[in-house]
């Protein structure tokens, strides 16, 4: 589903590469921890998977396309394919949960019925079951972030990318955000997630791809955030 | 579905910022009013052109006891003075017709030309104005020829060509159209930047809309065509605005010219109406141009 093939990416006003040489292979299905200190390059990672930047070497295949052979007016059907949630949220605040979930389908020009019909569906599986009417700023962190998947799953795309979903969110809150993860996982899609929570990835046991200095320096399946831990 | 969400993301763009999108549409009004005004003052010069071409006569004036020319030795031309001018200027092979005004119908067009002020008719006694000789040329172009053939003759004050006044006159047409379209261009200026401006506080201000839109892989016209169609609409309203203010320029300024400098030919409103929608059109087009390429600059796609 997501092939690095040997990727270096160096930023042009920065001399140390972000990545270097990385390989890395996400098959369809997979949940991911991609883990690592702050400046390892797990962003530059899902920046990649994005097509937001363009390795400096090397190439990024992501379902089977390769990015750099993409047009640049196919990137958006790209995205499609693929959800996004961030450590911030990224709500709309002068619109309400549902309003902010339609959001994402009104601008790709998805039909009122179908997004009447879809909508209120991802709303329940991410736990949100008559919130519908409620503004951002009336939600808990952790009820934000459910919105932000909701947001992202709610085209079923076949990758979902993850930059530090638990970041903003208390421990316990933050458990109900993985379970809404892997949910989505076991319906086929593929999750990638980057964080430094090491409960989290020690309590999930999934695989784990561990970045340092842009470098890959452990690729494990069922793995824990540290072996030093 | 896609249209209502489009005009809704343009009506927020332009309430958002209410006083930019107000400032770019006065600019645009007057920057358009001045170049549909210049497109007009141009129109009318050509018009008027060709008819006074076709109209264009030589004066030919007599003596007069008041005349300062030293030929005339302060007498009136002889009444055997003015019969020879006359009969050598139907022999001259350039002239297609010649007309003889005396000093009273000379007098009484003085004083209508001048009705409306009386205090120059009243210093003015008949006799005052010369009578004359007026020329109609076959080609206006070769008036130089009569006119040397005339000056000089015993009984003649002086040999006017309308044509040369007629010059002097849209010289100045000429310079208002110049500037009116020189002032126009500034503004034009003005207006690019300020679409410009508009539209890149609007990019700013929905910076996380089109943030996630483009995330979720909203197409590039889709980000683009609000602000894209924002800047047209204040480009149309603008232009809607200045078809108001040609309207007042052919009333007060044309039509005004055309009482005081007696136009021989009217500007027709049809011709009014196809400059409003030609500048209208640039209009629009202008803003639409300038928000697009300010968001190749500001909005990353």
Redesign the interface.
Known sequence: MIHFDNVTKVYPSQNRPALQHVNVAVEKGEFVFLVGPSGSGKSTFLRLV?KEERPSQGHVHVAGKDLSRLN??K????????G?VFQDF?L?PNKNVFENVA??L???????RFIGKVVPEVIDLVGLEGKAHRMPDELSGGEQQRVAIA??FV?RPMILLADEPTGNIDPATSIGIMKVLDRINRTGTTVVMATHDAAIVDAFRKRVVELEDGRVVRDQSRGVYGQAY | MRVQFVLQEIWIGLRRNLTMSISLVITVAIAMALFGTGLLINKQVSNSTNYWYDKIEVSIFMCTKTSSNTSCNKADATQEQKNTIKSDLEKLPQVSAVEYESKDAAFARFKDQFSSTPGMVQSTKAGDIPDSFRVRLKNPEEYKSVSSAMLGRPGVDQVVNEQEILKKFFRILNGLQWAALLIAGIQVIAAVLIVGNTIRLSAFNRRRETGIMRLVGSSNMYIQLPFILEGAIAGLVGGILAAFLLVLSKIFLIDRLQGSLQFASQLSWSSVVGIIIFSVCVGVLLCALASFLTLRRYLKI
Do not use: Q, S
Request: proline share 8%.
């Open positions: 994005l640049n007016w990137v958006p059907h790209l995205r499609r394919r693929i996004c990224r709309l959001f994402a009104e601008v790709i020009g998805k039909p009122r947001r992202a085209n």
